[in-house]
């Protein structure tokens, strides 16, 4: 007799958002997501990009929508869209964000609203809207992607090193206010991940800085499914008793 099986990481049944899923670690994590059985709302601002993560999604059942997160106005008609459309949320992968290597002595004060307003502020207001009781189901997971920038310091990473501090701290917080509902928050901390974007940056573009950096991570540079599995965790039944925690997934560039 062939028993059950048994996935304690399966989404079957779960509605999920993912914002940044135009590209990079967003896509990757709405692909895998939707391969794990998930209805997943995908967010981004680009419809062309977006409409090609979804070309690789898994069902038909998916929402794609193209909206500028810091346009926090939109954001309770959106969530409600998507409530309506999949039904109550079971999870968010906050993925949507914006990095710069800039000292501090050349940072303009825009600067600091503009990353604030993209990496920080977007997250929790879209997170805040999207944990009502009328759209999120009791066990529901919320995920953060903070950076291993958020733990350790590097020249000229002042600026997105603090908002990716900002969502470590949240997510302890929301935690502990959000665990009478059974709501779990928590943050993955990647380290450096090839991407279609990093890889044309000077850091990765360059043989020699590739290899400096490559020799920062014990276990060499990331790829984005590395990311995404480790989100698969967080919002699946396998985790429900993980909470206010940051899973640093580095290759071990933080173990030296």
């Given amino acids: 007799m062939l028993l059950p099986q048994f996935n304690p990481f399966s989404l079957e049944g779960k509605n999920i958002i993912v914002t940044g899923a135009s590209s990079g670690i967003g896509r990757q994590c709405a692909i895998d997501c939707s391969r794990m ?14 409409d090609a993560t979804l070309a690789e999604m898994h069902g038909d059942k998916h929402l794609s929508i193209c909206a500028d ?11 409600a869209h998507i409530s309506d459309s999949l039904g109550k949320l079971d999870g968010v992968v906050n993925c949507a964000g914006i990095s710069a290597t800039l000292p501090l002595k050349l940072m303009p004060s825009a600067k600091l609203d503009e990353f604030f307003r993209t990496n ?11 944990c009502k009781v009328k759209h999120f189901n009791s066990g529901g997971s919320v995920v953060f992607i903070s950076s291993v920038m958020g733990l350790v310091g590097e020249s000229g990473k002042s600026l997105y090193s603090m908002t990716k501090g900002a969502l470590i701290s949240a997510t302890r917080a929301l ?8 709501l779990r928050f928590n943050c993955v901390s990647p380290g ?12 990765m573009a360059d043989p020699e800085r590739r290899k ?3 020799d920062k991570h014990l276990l ?4 984005v499914e590395d990311i ?4 698969i965790y967080l919002l699946s039944d396998a985790a429900r008793w993980v909470t206010g925690q940051n899973l640093i997934v580095d290759g071990g560039y933080t173990a030296r």
């Fill in 220 to 223: 060499g540079l990331g790829r």
């Fill in 120 to 130: 920080v502020y977007s997250a929790l207001e879209l997170t805040r809207e999207a």
């Fill in 175 to 182: 935690a502990c206010e959000f665990a009478k509902r059974q």
């Fill in 69 to 79: 997160l810091t346009k926090f106005d939109e954001l309770p008609d959106m969530v």
């Fill in 37 to 50: 059985g998930a209805r997943v709302a995908i967010i981004g601002r680009n419809k062309q990009r977006l």
């Fill in 192 to 203: 450096a991940i090839l991407t279609p974007i990093n890889e044309n940056l000077p850091h």
């Fill in 228 to 231: 995404s599995s480790a989100c």
């Fill in 212 to 214: 400096l950096l490559e």
